[in-house]
């Protein structure tokens, strides 16, 4: 059985992000210093303690990795999302 890096990769990502959501008090807010709106077609580096929210159902976000610069990279295909920054995106600044 052949294993594609997506396959692992992609469940991968959305448990990380999906680790930040839920049951934060309005501190985890205060922490997170940019929201950005996902732009169609855009690509978006992404960092570890950013969270992505789907704005509605119809949402596709295409994500990939380059595994020799550990550069994650998220792109809204359809629908409408939302990024919330982090503490290592405000230091990667």
Known sequence: ???NSKN???????A????????????????AQTIQDLE????VRVYEGD?????DENTTINVSHE???DIKIVTLLSGSATLLRGELYELAQ
């Open 8 to 14: 692992i990769f992609i469940p991968a990502v959305t």
């Open 16 to 31: 990380l992000f999906l680790s930040a959501c839920g049951g934060g008090s309005e501190s985890s807010f205060k922490n």
């Open 1 to 3: 059985m052949k294993l």
């Open 67 to 69: 595994i020799e610069n």
């Open 40 to 43: 169609l077609d855009i690509p």
């Open 51 to 55: 969270t992505l929210t789907k704005n």
